[in-house]
């Protein structure tokens, strides 16, 4: 048996806890009070192809909680990265296997750094969320993609029944999935629409092509070279889950901080670094935190 700690447990850590817990995994959760007085009271609601089952998780708001843990998954938002790994870091095993499934590039340095061991990044392509507290939904996909030093990981969540592939350039990928993200969750969060939705608007797969294009000028310049076909990998995922709004948006919706600065704000300062312009990146930043900020106070929900 593995024993698992998941670092920010939302709707992506519930809903691969969950996955782990259910194939008989030692799964601990550290959230937030309202998931853990719900899994206390109820477990863990995992609804996943029409079905729903309840899993039975240990759950604490207590970052000490990964004491003892052969993994620990880190899936709080990059804005957090800091304060979640210097939080853990007096409790890590030196054996624990530390893996960032969060959305952006440089979260899994940032933990190596403030917990002074090694940590690897993976990318995640789940649509999940949390329909109550304690009650995660799966919308669709669930693929990993990790380097070769997390394979001893890869091999316990596809035991668990979640897809992963072992890649030996994981920065690419990283970069794929944060362009992906840059091109759909600031529009999905901006108009509050699904991606099916956007895809029906006229001129929406120009603007997407022009965030796919400054994207890949940047990595470009970081010596990073994505696939020629990423414009239609946007498309493509974005057809598969016509339904589903970004991230992004249901942060915006909630009134939560977003990840913005992580995402489309991080392309932006690579290109201001390396002197490529991403108006369009730009724009979107500001634009979403503006709308934020809008939230906030009540002007516009």
């Given at each position: 048996?593995?024993?698992v700690?998941?670092?920010g447990?939302?709707?992506?850590?519930?809903?691969?806890?969950?996955?782990?817990?259910?194939?008989?995994?030692?799964?601990?959760?550290?959230?937030?009070?309202?998931?853990?007085?719900?899994?206390?009271?109820?477990?863990?609601?995992?609804?996943?192809?029409?079905?729903?089952?309840?899993l039975?998780?240990?759950?604490?708001?207590?970052?000490?909680?990964?004491?003892?843990?052969d993994?620990v998954?880190?899936?709080?938002?990059?804005?957090?990265?800091?304060?979640?790994?210097?939080?853990m870091?007096?409790?890590?095993?030196?054996?624990?296997?530390?893996?960032?499934?969060?959305?952006?590039?440089?979260?899994?340095?940032?933990?190596?750094?403030?917990?002074?061991?090694?940590?690897?990044?993976?990318?995640?392509?789940?649509?999940?969320?949390m329909?109550?507290?304690?009650?995660?939904?799966?919308?669709?996909?669930?693929?990993?993609?990790?380097?070769?030093?997390?394979?001893?990981?890869?091999?316990?969540?596809?035991?668990?029944?979640?897809?992963?592939?072992?890649?030996?350039?994981?920065?690419?990928?990283?970069?794929?999935?944060?362009?992906?993200?840059?091109?759909?969750?600031?529009?999905?969060?901006?108009?509050?629409?699904?991606?099916?939705?956007?895809?029906?608007?006229?001129?929406?797969?120009?603007?997407?092509?022009?965030?796919?294009?400054e994207?890949?000028?940047?990595?470009r310049?970081?010596?990073?070279?994505?696939?020629?076909?990423?414009?239609a990998?946007?498309?493509a995922?974005?057809?598969?889950?016509?339904?589903q709004?970004?991230?992004?948006a249901?942060?915006?919706?909630?009134?939560?901080?977003?990840?913005?600065?992580?995402?489309?704000?991080?392309?932006?300062?690579?290109?201001?670094?390396?002197?490529?312009?991403?108006?369009?990146?730009?724009?979107?930043?500001?634009?979403?935190?503006?709308?934020?900020?809008?939230?906030?106070?009540?002007?516009?929900?």
């Amino acid at each position: 048996m593995t024993r698992v700690a998941v670092m920010g447990a939302g709707a992506v850590g519930c809903w691969i806890g969950a996955m782990l817990a259910r194939a008989g995994e030692a799964v601990t959760l550290i959230g937030r009070p309202a998931l853990v007085q719900a899994v206390a009271a109820q477990g863990l609601r995992l609804e996943m192809g029409g079905r729903v089952e309840v899993l039975h998780p240990e759950a604490t708001t207590d970052p000490a909680a990964v004491a003892g843990s052969d993994m620990v998954l880190v899936c709080v938002k990059s804005g957090d990265t800091e304060a979640a790994g210097r939080a853990m870091a007096p409790h890590l095993a030196p054996e624990a296997l530390v893996l960032s499934l969060q959305n952006g590039i440089g979260n899994a340095e940032t933990l190596a750094r403030v917990t002074g061991q090694s940590a690897h990044p993976a990318v995640v392509y789940v649509a999940a969320a949390m329909a109550g507290p304690g009650h995660v939904l799966h919308r669709g996909r669930g693929e990993l993609v990790v380097g070769p030093a997390a394979r001893d990981a890869a091999a316990s969540l596809q035991r668990a029944g979640v897809p992963v592939t072992v890649s030996a350039d994981v920065l690419e990928a990283l970069w794929v999935k944060l362009t992906i993200n840059c091109a759909l969750n600031a529009l999905s969060a901006l108009t509050r629409q699904p991606y099916g939705a956007i895809l029906g608007e006229p001129g929406a797969e120009d603007l997407l092509a022009g965030l796919v294009g400054e994207c890949g000028a940047v990595a470009r310049g970081e010596g990073v070279g994505l696939p020629g076909d990423m414009l239609a990998q946007v498309l493509a995922l974005a057809r598969a889950m016509p339904g589903q709004m970004s991230s992004t948006a249901q942060d915006l919706i909630a009134g939560k901080p977003t990840e913005i600065a992580a995402l489309n704000g991080e392309v932006a300062r690579r290109g201001a670094a390396l002197g490529i312009a991403v108006p369009l990146n730009a724009a979107m930043v500001v634009m979403v935190n503006l709308a934020g900020q809008s939230v906030g106070s009540g002007v516009a929900r």
